[in-house]
């Protein structure tokens, strides 16, 4: 009896995780660059305040499947341009299709750092760059560095690239949505959440 509940619960989050992935993406959507604390609603490109050097992005990117959402950190330069950028996000640790084929059911070995397509432009479907003080960053860098040394597994309907990137804002102070939104949501949503 127990074995049938718990088999019927993991098909019934598998379904979840499946009907949320059904819809499709948009067109790529605008950048979208606020200060930590306040929206300034300039899409990228506007000027910023040369005070304000350090940022971060939470990015989401075209895939095959339904796509990838991670963080880009760094500095930039006067014009908003990145200097030396460093991703991280949650993914199966394989390029092989099967890990990520098991982790729809099974927790499979993540790993935290950049994959292909995170820095090309022409797979960004949604970004939201938020610009930092340098105490804003050292702390929101600290936390990024724990969360990816304690990050051993990815599993698609409780520890994937949306519940981890957004345990990113939430240590930031930011409301997330839904992780099982597709990658292209839940950075709109996020954004739309905090930066209204």
């Not at 940022?55 to 908003?80: C, M, N, P, Q, W």
């Not at 341009?81 to 070995?109: Q, T």
Request: proline share 6%; hydrophobic share 35%; with cysteine.
């Amino acid at each position: 009896m127990t074995l049938g509940k718990s088999h019927a619960s993991l098909i019934a989050a598998f379904a979840l995780v499946l009907a949320s992935c059904q819809s499709e993406d948009k067109p790529p959507q605008p950048r979208y660059v606020s200060d930590y604390r306040g929206y300034t609603g300039a899409p990228e490109g506007a000027t910023q305040r040369s005070e304000k050097l350090y940022f971060i992005e939470f990015r989401s990117r075209y895939a095959l499947s339904y796509g990838h959402t991670y963080v880009i950190f760094g500095r930039t330069d006067k014009s908003g341009r990145m200097i030396n950028p460093e991703v991280a996000g949650l993914a199966p640790a394989s390029k092989d299709a099967a890990p990520y084929v098991l982790g729809h059911f099974l927790p499979v070995p993540a790993e935290t750092g950049a994959s292909d397509g995170d820095l090309e432009e022409e797979y960004r479907s949604a970004s939201w760059r938020v610009k930092l003080t340098e105490a804003e960053y050292q702390k929101t860098v600290a936390f990024i560095r724990q969360l990816k040394a304690k990050s051993k597994f990815w599993q698609a309907t409780v520890n994937n690239c949306n519940a981890w990137t957004g345990e990113i804002a939430k240590s930031m102070g930011y409301k997330t949505p839904p992780i099982w939104l597709r990658p292209q949501q839940y950075i709109t949503e996020l954004r739309e959440m905090n930066a209204g």
